[in-house]
């Protein structure tokens, strides 16, 4: 019998390509996504997409009723973390109530393992490189819900025995992703705004620090995990070990895309200023293979931006709180 697995988020960047790491596997995959922040045509052509939401709990049951799913890849969120300040109730509700609505289903048809894609957003402002046995302290909304759910997963296992694999990925770029996102993924806003021939957005001094990581590096790990059983019921960092900074991170995009600009300097926003993991635990368990340069991941990432062309830059129109929200997000 083939393996079945429900991927959530998988019309977004990293669900899209764990999609199709899966088909590759040979999994039958059905994607749910409500297409907030995705785009059907990235869905892979063999996998099975239902446009809906983690939200709506009655849909997700129906869904674990008709499938009977072997395994879970939870990847479906709104990963805004500077934002989620301003939509407290929004982030709640999509990143933990819709997880919890996953896992009640997963625990009542006996998954046999609860893939979640966490973030470093947990680990707040500790010292990097950031481990997983650090005692975590997120600093934004989106931190806090992740970490609910990581608990979640934790007290699951214990109390009805659902296995789970915990990932914090972080600053993952590449193909796929949502160039017209103003609120997230650095990466895919200067290469909109250079296309469109504007200044690249940079908060504060851009000094602050980060470990980009390609997004070929990261999704097979995460499709593979469930047959490493040492994987099993572990947190685990994963993605690059070289942190950059954001100037260093926008000259490097100018020269993978081949197109010039300045940098505009915005007012500081309130964010944690360096961040990248330790990944001794991701290697002892996938193996120490080679990464992808920063400069080689920019450069595939280039060639397929050029090809998407530019995107309109959408606003967010539920924020919930207006009081100290950065005026770049404001503008039309």
């Not at 869905?43 to 446009?51: E, G, P, Q, T």
């Not at 709990?57 to 805004?80: G, M, P, T």
């Not at 470990?211 to 790990?221: E, K, Q, R």
Request: hydrophobic share 40%; net charge negative.
């Amino acid at each position: 019998m083939a393996i079945k697995s429900l991927v959530t988020g998988g019309a977004g960047f990293i669900g899209a390509h764990v999609t199709d790491e899966l088909v590759k596997l040979g999994h039958e995959v059905v994607v749910l996504d409500d297409l907030s922040g995705g785009f059907e045509e990235n869905v892979n052509s063999k996998a099975v997409f239902i446009r809906g939401s983690i939200l709506d709990h009655k849909l997700v049951a129906e869904l674990f009723e008709k499938y009977h799913f072997d395994y879970v890849y939870h990847l479906a969120a709104y990963a805004a973390e500077g934002l989620s300040h301003f939509i407290k109730r929004f982030n709640y509700n999509n990143n933990l109530i819709g997880s919890v609505n996953l896992i009640n289903e997963s625990i009542r048809h006996k998954v046999k393992c609860f893939v979640f894609t966490s973030s470093i957003a947990v680990y707040g402002a500790g010292k990097p490189p950031l481990k997983e046995d650090m005692i975590p302290v997120p600093e934004d909304p989106y931190g806090i819900a992740k970490l609910a759910v990581e608990m979640d997963l934790r007290v699951s296992h214990e109390m009805f025995g659902l296995n789970y694999i915990i990932f914090r990925p972080h600053n993952v770029y590449g193909e796929y992703q949502n160039l017209g996102d103003r609120y997230r993924n650095v990466v895919g806003i200067f290469m909109n705004q250079l296309m469109q021939g504007q200044q690249l957005s940079v908060f504060g001094d851009g000094g602050q620090s980060r470990a980009f990581s390609y997004i070929g590096d990261v999704a097979p790990h995460i499709a593979n995990s469930v047959n490493v059983p040492a994987a099993y019921n572990q947190v685990i960092n994963i993605g690059a070990d070289q942190d950059y900074t954001v100037k260093e991170l926008a000259t490097t995009v100018m020269k993978a895309m081949d197109l010039k600009s300045e940098l505009n300097y915005l007012p500081a926003r309130n964010e944690v200023l360096h961040a990248y993991s330790d990944h001794s635990k991701a290697k002892a368990l996938f193996g120490d293979a080679a990464y992808t340069s920063l400069e080689e991941g920019l450069t595939k990432m280039a060639v397929w931006a050029k090809k998407t062309g530019i995107k309109k830059s959408s606003k967010f129109e539920n924020i919930e709180i207006t009081e100290k929200l950065p005026s770049f997000w404001l503008q039309d």
